[in-house]
């Protein structure tokens, strides 16, 4: 480490604390100036590149995803940290595959098993931006994809679609 007050080139760490976002915060002193500072290191992950529908490829984006996932938790009982934290698993899931690209569909796919597991009006929304239907049918047919279930992470309880209610009664 090179030290920014007189650019001498050896320090002793004196302080090392892991961060909340997993950082590592080390406090240093200059063997040569005595100054002290502070260095922040950080792990750099190399996430692999989303091919497009049209064979365009772009780079995995969590910013993007983010967005994505807001624009469909939107008006709905889902925390910021609940969507982040689904940011993240899809994150490291993608990490996790060690691929050097993958295709806009399975990513999709991952990301409606997500919702659907988080909540279900989002997950519809996603589903009705993500997919483009001909018709009725297809979009149920896609609501009741058993192939999802190869995506989803079943540990977590799902948010109820309505709040159960004894008072109401339902006919049919």
Not at 83 to 89: A, D, F, G, L, P
Request: proline share 3%.
């Amino acid at each position: 480490m090179k030290c920014p007050y007189c650019g001498h080139k050896e320090d002793k760490v004196l302080d090392t604390r892991v961060q909340k976002d997993s950082s590592i915060r080390r406090r240093r002193e200059c063997l040569e100036c005595h100054a002290r500072y502070s260095t922040v290191e950080t792990l750099l992950f190399s996430y692999p590149m989303v091919i497009k529908k049209d064979g365009r490829r772009e780079p995995f984006s969590k910013e993007k995803l983010l967005k994505g996932i807001q624009a469909s938790c939107q008006k709905r009982p889902v925390s910021l940290a609940q969507i982040e934290n689904t940011v993240e698993k899809i994150a490291s899931w993608i990490i996790q595959r060690g691929e050097n690209e993958t295709s806009s569909r399975v990513l999709g796919k991952k990301v409606m098993a997500e919702l659907k597991q988080l909540d279900d009006v989002a997950y519809i929304r996603f589903a009705s931006v993500y997919r483009t239907f001909k018709d009725v049918q297809e979009f149920v047919e896609t609501l009741e994809d058993a192939e999802l279930i190869d995506f989803a992470d079943t540990s977590q309880e799902q948010l109820p679609l309505t709040a159960f209610n004894p008072n109401i009664k339902v006919t049919l």
